[in-house]
């Protein structure tokens, strides 16, 4: 059984368009983050939610919306999307704000053109 | 504020090799420390981890020592392979600071046969 998932796993898209990301964990973790990882790997925290509330917004544009319906989900809406959005998203969870260890999900490659 | 160092890669070394990859930190309190991996094409996996001065890691061969004097977390592997080919990540968070995760830019490593 998958622990952290998203989808999808690749998202091409055009600039300027809409699009969302889907997280989903079934550890039963209260925490959930949001990760881009750019061209050169370099991994930078984006947004923590914990049992459905923001607890880190880092400096992103506003263009990018985290969404969380339940504990167990974090969707992350994205609008007018720009070349420079092109990344690796990675969503991941950990059992609290407490607790240390996160754990991550697959990746969704997304490339604006 | 928290931050961490790792030694540029790319490293390439042949099988059977001994391996080191540094990383340093800076942090206010008491961090745990980490080491993720990501092999190609999927997203980080926990390697390792640290949660106090002296404590030592270690799994699959790996194995990094928290040294609070010299605030450092290398990571070792006596005898690399080539399925270890892969972007290694050291990572740090402060407990009780809602878990914000702060990684190194990545070290890539190549084993070659």
């Known amino acids: 059984d998958t622990a952290v998932s998203q989808t999808p796993k690749y998202l091409v898209t055009q600039m300027g368009n809409d699009k969302s990301i889907k997280c989903e964990q079934n550890?039963?973790?209260?925490?959930m983050y949001w990760y881009k990882q750019d061209s050169k790997k370099f991994l930078k925290i984006m947004f923590s939610?914990?049992?459905?509330?923001?607890?880190i917004n880092e400096t992103v544009p506003n263009r990018f919306s985290p969404k969380s319906p339940d504990k167990a989900h974090l969707n992350l809406h994205i609008n007018s999307l720009e070349l420079g959005d092109s990344a690796v998203y990675f969503c991941?969870?950990?059992?609290?704000?407490?607790?240390?260890?996160?754990?991550f999900g697959p990746g969704t490659r997304l490339t604006v053109l | 504020g928290d931050s961490v160092t790792q030694m540029e890669g790319p490293v390439t070394l042949s099988e059977e090799a001994f391996l080191t990859i540094n990383c340093t930190y800076t942090?206010?309190?008491?961090?745990?420390l980490f080491w993720y991996v990501q092999y190609p094409g999927e997203g980080l996996q926990l390697l390792l981890k640290?949660?106090?001065?002296?404590d030592k890691g270690s799994n699959k061969g790996f194995e990094a020592t928290y040294r609070k004097e010299t605030t450092s977390f290398h990571l070792e592997k006596g005898s690399v392979q080539v399925s270890d080919s892969a972007v290694y990540f050291c990572?740090?968070?402060?407990?009780?600071?809602?878990?914000?995760?702060?990684f190194g830019a990545g070290t890539r490593l190549t084993v070659k046969p």
């Open positions: 991941a969870s950990s059992p609290s704000t407490s607790t240390d260890t996160q754990y």
């Open positions: 550890l039963g973790h209260d925490t």
């Open positions: 939610y914990n049992n459905k509330e923001l607890i």
């Open positions: 942090a206010t309190g008491y961090p745990s």
């Open positions: 640290a949660t106090k001065a002296d």
């Open positions: 990572a740090l968070i402060e407990p009780y600071n809602n878990n914000d995760m702060r």
